[in-house]
């Protein structure tokens, strides 16, 4: 059993941030349960592109109010706490946080918590034994 807060990950090397966001990694590939679950933060008035083409990611908003746009089709959503959405198609998409906006996400494959964007948004699919390269 696992038992770990977000206090216990605050200043850690599960604790990644941004400019436009930051993420606490509560559980991660290294715990080899077949997700990752992080709490995100995204910054009000910020703008973040993001693809996931390596992994399916559930969000589940639970304070503040944003706009995610579909960057494939246009679609706009507005995003308030209790909204859920999942990115099962790996689809493009641009989140506008009107103010901070705090989220739980799940991913799957598990993220290794090594993972930055790329110029397209994208997480590299990493396994947790492999180095990250430059």
Known sequence: ?????????????????????????????KERVGFSLHETVMYAGTETHMWYANH?????????????????????????????????????????????????CVFNPPVTGREVHDADGVYPLIAEDEEVSA
């Open 56 to 104: 399916i990611e559930a969000v589940l908003c639970v304070e503040g109010e944003a706009e995610l746009t579909n960057a494939e089709t246009g679609e706009v959503h507005h995003i308030t706490p209790g909204t859920m959405y999942l990115l099962d198609g790996h689809e493009h998409h641009v989140m506008r946080p009107i103010t901070d906006v705090r989220t739980i």
């Open 1 to 29: 059993m696992i038992v770990r807060s977000l206090a216990d990950v605050t200043g850690t090397d599960r604790d990644v941030e941004t400019k436009t966001w930051r993420s606490k990694r509560l559980v991660l590939a």
